[in-house]
Structures are given as structure tokens and as C-alpha cells.
């Protein structure tokens, strides 16, 4: 079942497929979801809420949403490249016009590239 | 970057997050640190509260008082090494102590032992510390915490920061000295004092009226000697001035020296003499 998700202030809503969003950035009390076309829609959250609202309303699906750092949720279907090196997380799909390039941490991207090899070993 | 910025979180999914571990951590070693000192605290008041004065009733110190002890006083020398420190001890059996100022005449023959009690002040010539002989105070200070209580010839030995013993000899007219403690309860009590010498102390064991006044043989440092003196199965130990001291016991009617200089003799020089 696809999950959508509905953003809704004063006055308008937004509703979003889940596996539609690639990523959320957060700048201080606004945050912009990227979707896989690679548009944006910018609510007046900060990552918390918007964290928040995930999590309430995807419940178990929320699992397919990692935040990384203090500024960035990214939908790990989505991750198609971590270089520590370069301290970049590439994100590319089939669906995905091109690809995003985003960077984080180095320690952050250590712990997501041990956390998707700990999935290939389940 | 700061913490933060190094985490990650899987949505949906009770993570404990580095930063919270670490307030964990942090909470969790106030806690303990918080505990311990209780703790000690407790541990450490009841320490003292043991060799406190008020926990000593006031009946043991008068069951310790011997109105004929001044003709049964028994002297007894050993000799004994602890811990590679050679000691010579003198167990006083009935002994009847007293604080005096000035030399004790060396010919009395009722005088058992007597040796130097408080320190005196090269320049001023004033006694250091608290010092009370039958309730008239001749000095005071509390520097030194090792406490000799003496009332009616009776002996106590123990640790007193504050004001209790010399009110006790206010309301007894009864005597004290300070000096440094050595021995608390059976554990070492830690002092600064530096170098070594020959050392003395005035020494009790648990549950034992006896009195002990031991001697190093050889030059030690203080907590060697402390050290000795817990050893060797003294609950409470206090200094007495050492070196070459002027000192003396009787024993079989002859007069012998424990020391023999007069280098510090001054005329407020205190002795405590048993008897």
C-alpha cells in the first residue's frame, strides 16, 4: 500500500507519497522537500516537525526515512553512492531524473554506509 | 561539525542517539559521584564520630580511673620490628597520667615515665595548640587534630577538630594536649610532615586500659612509623616530640633515659608523667 503523507498549515495541504520525497533539508525553521522530479515544496517546519510528522503518519514505513545529521532527512531507497572520501552521498534511481549529490559528515556517512552493509547481512 | 552533525537516525525507530549516551553517562556519573560522596560523607562522620568525644561516655573515662593506681603502675619494655621499623615499647599497666608544666623532678620515684607533650614555640615560647591543665587553658590552636585528653589520671586518644575537648576540660577541670594523629581507629592517618627522626608516641589498643609509649630505634619517617604503630595492633596512636628528647622512666628503682637533651627546655615546656 503506498503511504502518502499530508502537510497542511493555515492555508494550504499537501499530500505526497512517501516514496516520492528524496530528501528534506532543513534551513533553521523551513524545510524543503525534494521530490524524485526533482520538485520542491518549502513548509514552514523545522526538520523536527517534519520528522515528527513522518513518523505519525508512515509509522513502520517511516523506517525508510534516515535523518542524517541536523539538517537533512534523506529516503534511503533512494542512496545510490557514499563516498567517505569525497564526504558526498549520492541519491539516483530509475525514477530519479539524473541524480542528487548532497554532503554530509564523514562520521554520519560512516554510520549510514555500516548501517545499509549490516542490511546485506541480514 | 558538532555532534550532531555526526549522527544518524533511522525514522520510526527508538534510536539512542550518541549525544543522548552521553547525557546518560554524564547524568549517570553526577549520580555516582553524587552517591560516593554521600557516602563518604557518612563513612567519614561516623569515623570520627567514633573517636569523637561525645561518643566516649563519660563513665569510661572514670572507669578507667584508678584512685590507688599511683603505687600499682607497672612498667613493661618490649622490643619488637614492624615492617622493618625496630620499636621499643612501653606497656604502662595502672599507670595515673598527669600533664605538668616544667621538669618532673627525676628523682621521684612515684614518676614511672615521663616524657615531653606539646610543642613550644622557639621564638615566642608559647605552647602550640590547645593545652588545658585541670581546666586553665595555657594555649590554644587547632592545627594539630590528634587530641590526649587526660582527666583524673585517666587517658583518652583521639581525633577532635573542634572546641569539645577543651569544653570537656573546662567542665571537668580535666587536661589535654594536641599534637599530630597517627593512628585513628586502627588506620594510618596521614600527615605532611617530612623527614625522618626518632619517633615517639603515646598508644592505646581497643578495649585495653593499658598504656603504650613506643619508641623508633631507628630515625623514620612519620608514616613509617604510623604505619608500625597500626601494624602492630594500636587503635589510636598520637605523636609525641621525638629526637633525642629529654625523657626518662624508672624502673627497679634506677632512673633511665629515654632521651637526654635539654636543647629544648623551655619554662613552659610540658611533660606527661604516669605514675
Known amino acids: 500500500m503506498e503511504q502518502t503523507i499530508i502537510i497542511s498549515n493555515i492555508n494550504e495541504l499537501v499530500r505526497i507519497k512517501a516514496e516520492r520525497i528524496v530528501y528534506i533539508i532543513s534551513d533553521g525553521n523551513y524545510s524543503t522537500l525534494t521530490l524524485h522530479d526533482r520538485s520542491e515544496h518549502v513548509c514552514t517546519f523545522n526538520l523536527s516537525r517534519m520528522q515528527k510528522i513522518l513518523e505519525t503518519q508512515l509509522q513502520k514505513e517511516a523506517s ?35 541524480s542528487f549529490t548532497l554532503s554530509a559528515s564523514k562520521e554520519a556517512l560512516k554510520q549510514l554506509k555500516n548501517y545499509l552493509e549490516s542490511d546485506i547481512e541480514l | 561539525m558538532s555532534r550532531e552533525d555526526d549522527e544518524i537516525q533511522v525514522l520510526g525507530e527508538k ?12 547524568l549517570i556519573t553526577i549520580i555516582l559521584i553524587i552517591l560516593c560522596s554521600a557516602g563518604y560523607l557518612i563513612w567519614n562522620k561516623r569515623i570520627l564520630n567514633n ?12 572507669v578507667m580511673h584508678h584512685p590507688d593506681s599511683v603505687h600499682n603502675c607497672l612498667i613493661d619494655i618490649t622490643a619488637d620490628t614492624i615492617n622493618d621499623v625496630p620499636l621499643t615499647i612501653f606497656k604502662l599497666t595502672g599507670a595515673y597520667a598527669q600533664l605538668t608544666i616544667g621538669l618532673p623532678d627525676t628523682t621521684d620515684q612515684q614518676i614511672v615515665l615521663a616524657l615531653p607533650a606539646a610543642d613550644v614555640r622557639k621564638d615566642k615560647l608559647n605552647i602550640l595548640g590547645d593545652f588545658i591543665i585541670n581546666g586553665k587553658r595555657l594555649g590554644s590552636g587547632k592545627r594539630k587534630e ?34 599530630y594523629p597517627l593512628v585513628i581507629n586502627g588506620q594510618v592517618y596521614s600527615n605532611k610532615l617530612k623527614g625522618k627522626s626518632l619517633r615517639r608516641a603515646i598508644a592505646k589498643q581497643k578495649n585495653n586500659e593499658d598504656i603504650y609509649i613506643v619508641t623508633s630505634n631507628q630515625r623514620e619517617s612519620l608514616h613509617d612509623f604510623s604505619e608500625a604503630l ?17 625523657g626518662f622512666y624508672h624502673k627497679n628503682g634506677q632512673i633511665h633515659y629515654i632521651g637526654s637533651s635539654m636543647d629544648y627546655i623551655y619554662p613552659n615546656s610540658s611533660f606527661i608523667i604516669f605514675k
Request: with cysteine.
Open chain 2, 230 to 246: 597500626a601494624d602492630h595492633g594500636f587503635s589510636n596512636a598520637i605523636y609525641l616530640p621525638g629526637g633525642d628528647a629529654f
Open chain 2, 146 to 179: 590528634g587530641c590526649v585528653l587526660i582527666n583524673q589520671g585517666a587517658l583518652w586518644l583521639g581525633l577532635d577538630q573542634t572546641d569539645e575537648s577543651c569544653d570537656y576540660c573546662n567542665l571537668h577541670q580535666a587536661s589535654m594536649f594536641r599534637q
Open chain 1, 64 to 98: 525508510q526515512f534516515i535523518r542524517i545529521g541536523k539538517s537533512l532527512i534523506i529516503n534511503k531507497n533512494y542512496i545510490y553512492k557514499i563516498n567517505l572520501s569525497k564526504q558526498t552521498l549520492t541519491l539516483s534511481d530509475i525514477k530519479i531524473c539524473g
Open chain 2, 51 to 62: 573517636t569523637h568525644l561525645k561518643n566516649i561516655p563519660e563513665t569510661q573515662i572514670q
Open chain 2, 15 to 26: 534510536t539512542t542517539s550518541r549525544k543522548k549516551i552521553k547525557k546518560l553517562c554524564f
